[in-house]
Protein backbone atom coordinates (compact mmCIF):
# COMPACT_ATOMS: atom_id res chain seq x y z
CA UNK A 1 0.00 0.00 0.00
CA UNK A 2 1.49 3.42 -0.95
CA UNK A 3 1.21 6.50 1.47
CA UNK A 4 -0.30 9.61 0.21
CA UNK A 5 2.32 11.75 -1.17
CA UNK A 6 3.75 14.62 1.27
CA UNK A 7 4.08 17.32 -1.43
CA UNK A 8 2.39 18.55 -4.58
CA UNK A 9 4.60 17.46 -8.03
CA UNK A 10 7.15 19.15 -8.71
CA UNK A 11 5.32 20.85 -11.44
CA UNK A 12 1.85 21.46 -9.20
CA UNK A 13 4.02 23.49 -7.35
CA UNK A 14 5.22 25.51 -10.13
CA UNK A 15 3.04 26.65 -11.90
CA UNK A 16 0.64 27.20 -8.85
CA UNK A 17 3.59 30.07 -8.16
CA UNK A 18 3.66 30.89 -11.56
CA UNK A 19 -0.55 31.49 -11.02
CA UNK A 20 -0.24 33.10 -8.10
CA UNK A 21 2.20 35.78 -9.67
CA UNK A 22 0.30 36.40 -12.64
CA UNK A 23 -3.03 36.71 -10.92
CA UNK A 24 -1.73 39.23 -8.46
CA UNK A 25 -0.52 41.12 -11.62
CA UNK A 26 -3.87 40.42 -13.04
CA UNK A 27 -5.98 41.80 -10.52
CA UNK A 28 -3.17 45.06 -10.21
CA UNK A 29 -3.42 45.59 -13.18
CA UNK A 30 -7.36 45.52 -13.51
CA UNK A 31 -7.65 47.95 -11.03
CA UNK A 32 -4.98 50.35 -13.01
CA UNK A 33 -6.85 49.98 -16.28
CA UNK A 34 -10.25 51.15 -15.04
CA UNK A 35 -8.82 53.76 -13.21
CA UNK A 36 -6.80 55.68 -16.01
CA UNK A 37 -7.89 57.00 -19.87
CA UNK A 38 -4.13 57.50 -20.40
CA UNK A 39 -1.90 56.67 -23.31
CA UNK A 40 -1.29 53.26 -21.01
CA UNK A 41 -4.86 51.87 -20.92
CA UNK A 42 -4.33 49.97 -24.09
CA UNK A 43 -1.27 48.51 -23.66
CA UNK A 44 -2.59 47.51 -19.90
CA UNK A 45 -5.82 46.07 -22.14
CA UNK A 46 -3.34 44.05 -23.95
CA UNK A 47 -1.52 42.40 -21.19
CA UNK A 48 -4.81 41.98 -18.98
CA UNK A 49 -6.60 39.96 -22.04
CA UNK A 50 -3.61 37.61 -22.64
CA UNK A 51 -2.45 36.71 -19.09
CA UNK A 52 -5.94 36.13 -18.47
CA UNK A 53 -6.36 33.64 -21.43
CA UNK A 54 -2.78 31.82 -20.41
CA UNK A 55 -3.89 31.79 -16.86
CA UNK A 56 -7.15 30.16 -18.54
CA UNK A 57 -5.63 27.54 -20.16
CA UNK A 58 -3.07 26.86 -17.04
CA UNK A 59 -5.40 26.48 -14.64
CA UNK A 60 -7.47 23.62 -16.62
CA UNK A 61 -3.62 22.06 -16.75
CA UNK A 62 -3.52 23.00 -13.51
CA UNK A 63 -7.03 20.55 -12.95
CA UNK A 64 -6.43 18.12 -14.97
CA UNK A 65 -2.77 17.46 -12.78
CA UNK A 66 -4.56 17.46 -9.53
CA UNK A 67 -6.62 14.93 -10.72
CA UNK A 68 -4.08 13.08 -11.87
CA UNK A 69 -1.91 13.34 -8.68
CA UNK A 70 -4.16 13.79 -6.37
CA UNK A 71 -3.37 16.27 -3.45
CA UNK A 72 -0.95 15.31 0.27
CA UNK A 73 -3.87 15.27 2.73
CA UNK A 74 -4.69 17.60 5.37
CA UNK A 75 -3.21 17.24 8.94
CA UNK A 76 -4.96 15.04 10.43
CA UNK A 77 -5.32 17.45 13.51
CA UNK A 78 -6.49 20.26 11.39
CA UNK A 79 -10.10 21.10 13.28
CA UNK A 80 -13.24 20.01 10.52
CA UNK A 81 -14.29 23.54 10.44
CA UNK A 82 -11.08 24.32 9.06
CA UNK A 83 -11.19 21.47 6.79
CA UNK A 84 -14.02 22.59 5.33
CA UNK A 85 -12.91 25.92 4.88
CA UNK A 86 -9.52 24.37 3.05
CA UNK A 87 -11.38 22.29 1.17
CA UNK A 88 -14.47 25.11 0.33
CA UNK A 89 -11.79 27.76 -0.34
CA UNK A 90 -9.75 25.67 -2.95
CA UNK A 91 -12.88 25.26 -4.51
CA UNK A 92 -14.28 28.64 -4.74
CA UNK A 93 -10.44 29.86 -5.68
CA UNK A 94 -10.42 27.09 -8.71
CA UNK A 95 -13.81 28.71 -9.68
CA UNK A 96 -13.00 32.25 -10.23
CA UNK A 97 -9.74 31.22 -11.96
CA UNK A 98 -11.85 29.60 -14.61
CA UNK A 99 -15.33 32.36 -14.27
CA UNK A 100 -12.94 35.33 -14.18
CA UNK A 101 -11.43 34.78 -17.78
CA UNK A 102 -14.54 33.77 -19.16
CA UNK A 103 -16.35 36.50 -18.19
CA UNK A 104 -13.72 39.34 -19.42
CA UNK A 105 -13.94 37.41 -22.73
CA UNK A 106 -17.85 37.36 -23.13
CA UNK A 107 -17.95 41.29 -21.70
CA UNK A 108 -15.33 41.96 -24.61
CA UNK A 109 -17.56 39.84 -26.67
CA UNK A 110 -20.84 41.04 -26.19
CA UNK A 111 -19.47 44.61 -26.36
CA UNK A 112 -18.14 43.54 -30.38
CA UNK A 113 -14.29 44.25 -28.91
CA UNK A 114 -11.86 42.25 -31.30
CA UNK A 115 -10.02 40.11 -28.66
CA UNK A 116 -6.94 40.15 -30.13
CA UNK A 117 -3.62 38.82 -27.98
CA UNK A 118 -0.19 39.46 -27.84
CA UNK A 119 1.22 38.06 -31.13
CA UNK A 120 -1.85 39.37 -32.80
CA UNK A 121 -3.86 36.10 -32.19
CA UNK A 122 -7.27 36.93 -32.27
CA UNK A 123 -10.42 34.97 -30.37
CA UNK A 124 -13.28 34.91 -32.18
CA UNK A 125 -16.29 35.98 -30.59
CA UNK A 126 -18.66 33.00 -29.61
CA UNK A 127 -21.49 35.69 -28.09
CA UNK A 128 -23.34 38.36 -30.00
CA UNK A 129 -23.55 41.98 -29.53
CA UNK A 130 -25.32 43.10 -26.62
CA UNK A 131 -25.41 46.34 -24.42
CA UNK A 132 -27.17 44.45 -21.78
CA UNK A 133 -25.05 41.42 -21.91
CA UNK A 134 -21.75 43.55 -21.99
CA UNK A 135 -22.97 45.33 -18.30
CA UNK A 136 -24.11 42.12 -17.11
CA UNK A 137 -21.03 40.67 -17.73
CA UNK A 138 -18.85 43.82 -16.73
CA UNK A 139 -20.47 43.89 -13.53
CA UNK A 140 -19.65 40.38 -12.63
CA UNK A 141 -16.12 40.93 -13.78
CA UNK A 142 -15.67 43.76 -11.57
CA UNK A 143 -17.53 42.78 -8.71
CA UNK A 144 -16.20 39.09 -8.62
CA UNK A 145 -12.67 40.64 -9.25
CA UNK A 146 -13.23 42.07 -5.73
CA UNK A 147 -14.22 39.17 -4.28
CA UNK A 148 -11.22 36.92 -6.04
CA UNK A 149 -9.05 39.56 -4.27
CA UNK A 150 -10.08 38.85 -1.04
CA UNK A 151 -10.26 35.27 -1.44
CA UNK A 152 -6.75 35.42 -2.55
CA UNK A 153 -5.92 37.56 0.43
CA UNK A 154 -7.45 34.61 2.87
CA UNK A 155 -5.59 32.22 0.74
CA UNK A 156 -2.28 34.10 2.12
CA UNK A 157 -3.16 34.65 5.32
CA UNK A 158 -4.01 30.46 5.42
CA UNK A 159 -0.77 30.24 4.17
CA UNK A 160 1.56 31.88 6.19
CA UNK A 161 -1.14 30.64 9.11
CA UNK A 162 0.58 26.76 8.13
CA UNK A 163 3.82 28.20 7.79
CA UNK A 164 4.58 30.53 10.48
CA UNK A 165 2.23 29.13 13.46
CA UNK A 166 1.04 25.98 12.68
CA UNK A 167 4.02 24.78 10.79
CA UNK A 168 2.29 21.37 10.00
CA UNK A 169 3.56 20.89 6.62
CA UNK A 170 0.77 22.41 4.70
CA UNK A 171 2.57 25.24 3.48
CA UNK A 172 5.60 22.68 2.81
CA UNK A 173 3.93 20.96 0.49
CA UNK A 174 3.17 23.61 -2.14
CA UNK A 175 6.53 25.52 -1.32
CA UNK A 176 9.45 25.31 -3.97
CA UNK A 177 12.33 25.21 -1.88
CA UNK A 178 12.48 22.37 0.79
CA UNK A 179 10.97 23.61 4.29
CA UNK A 180 11.66 22.48 8.06
CA UNK A 181 8.38 22.68 10.02
CA UNK A 182 7.33 20.37 12.73
CA UNK A 183 6.67 17.42 10.47
CA UNK A 184 9.75 17.07 9.04
CA UNK A 185 11.56 17.59 12.47
CA UNK A 186 9.56 14.92 13.86
CA UNK A 187 10.76 12.28 11.73
Do not use: E
Amino acid sequence: MTSAPRRFALIQRVLHWLMAVCILAMLFIGVGMVSTVAPKYLPLILVHKTIGVILLVLVLIRLALRLHYGAPPLPADLSRPMKFGARLSHQLLYGLMIVMPLLGLGMLWAAAYPVVLYGGIQIPALLPQSDLMHTLLWNAHVYLGFAFFALVLLHLAAGLFHALIRRDGVFASMSLLPLRDRVTQAK
